[in-house]
């Protein structure tokens, strides 16, 4: 590595890490494992740098690669249970308001509780697709690109996410 690559891949991180951070963490739903998948993503973007076409959008190419990590991680923890140690997700971002009452933060921290929760019960694939799609704006097309299957698939993954996440809120809501 030379001391130009260096600087560069230095700026790469310095400009990207916080959204790299926040589309895993989405995806992951763990503070730890994000930061897992953001260092592996780092490194895999610098180790395949030469792969980046320059008229392609940068932060889209990373946003594939956060997103294949936060898929593989999700694979592997779902084979090895025992090395997955599940916290919520943190209130990392929220900051909604400048200062919220003790009861609008109770209920925001709630929801959140509830919104983990149902996203642990998704499959990888369904998890992510949710998440590109709710979380981050994409659309169908960009999804299905992403992730690497059809559109009709990426459709069927986000449609069962939403499913699962209706039950879970209904069943939350009713006490059952």
């Known amino acids: 590595m030379n001391d130009g690559d260096l600087e560069v891949f ?8 916080s959204y790299m951070y926040n589309l895993a963490l989405r995806i992951t739903g763990n503070e730890e494992d ?6 592996e993503s780092l490194l895999n973007a610098y180790l395949h740098r030469e792969q980046f ?36 997700v943190s ?10 009452d003790p009861e609008r ?6 929801w959140r509780r509830q919104v983990a929760a149902a996203m642990a019960s998704m499959t990888p694939l369904e998890r992510v697709t949710f998440a590109l799609r709710h979380f981050e704006g994409c659309s169908i097309d960009e ?3 992403t992730v ?10 986000i449609f069962r996410a939403v499913r699962k996440l209706r039950f879970a809120l209904a069943t939350e809501r009713s006490g059952l």
């Open 10 to 17: 230095l700026s790469l991180v310095e400009r990207h890490r």
């Open 34 to 39: 994000a930061k897992d998948v953001v260092q």
């Open 53 to 88: 076409e320059r008229r392609a959008d940068l932060r889209t190419w990373l946003h594939r690669i956060v997103v294949n990590g936060a898929l593989d991680h999700l694979r592997g923890r779902r084979r090895r249970p025992d090395l997955h140690d599940p916290r919520p």
């Open 91 to 100: 209130d990392a971002a929220a900051t909604a308001a400048p200062s919220p």
């Open 105 to 110: 933060l109770a209920m925001s921290a709630d």
């Open 143 to 145: 999804i299905a690109q």
């Open 148 to 157: 690497g299957i059809g559109h009709s698939s990426a459709k069927q993954h």
